[in-house]
């Protein structure tokens, strides 16, 4: 079992940044790849970022690539999500997730831990 904690959210005005912060505890965290997705009031669960277990390689949909960034503190067995940019659409309820996956290639679906979830409110 991998516990996910995330933190951070807030209310931000629009051109604003953010910055997510996803705590595990459980396994190990490095056989993991973290991911971020949203998901707003009556829209489905939407992909933000993810990042393999060694950090090397990450990947964006195209609405957040450029203003977003995700990155991983192994020792600190904590991913962050750094956003810049804001946009009123970014607003969500933000979910770090994990998968067990120890390889240096995307992901974007499969993942079995989840967080509660932190709420991103973009005012315009």
């Known amino acids: 079992q991998v516990q996910l904690v995330e933190s951070g959210g807030g209310l931000v005005q629009a051109g604003g940044s953010l910055r997510l912060t996803c705590a595990a505890s459980g396994r190990t965290f490095s056989n993991y790849a973290m991911a971020w997705f949203r998901q707003a009031p009556g829209t489905e669960r939407e992909f933000v970022a993810t990042?393999?277990?060694?950090?090397?390689?990450?990947h964006y949909p195209d609405s957040v690539k450029g203003r977003f960034t995700i990155s991983r503190d192994n020792a600190k067995n904590t991913v962050y999500l750094q956003m810049n940019g804001l946009k009123p659409e970014d607003t969500a309820v933000y979910y770090c997730?994990?998968?067990?996956?120890?390889?240096?290639?995307?992901?974007?679906?499969?993942?079995?831990?989840w967080g509660q979830g932190t709420q991103v409110t973009v005012s315009s």
């Open positions: 990042i393999t277990w060694s950090g090397a390689v990450t």
């Open positions: 997730a994990a998968k067990q996956f120890r390889w240096d290639a995307v992901t974007t679906t499969g993942y079995d831990y």
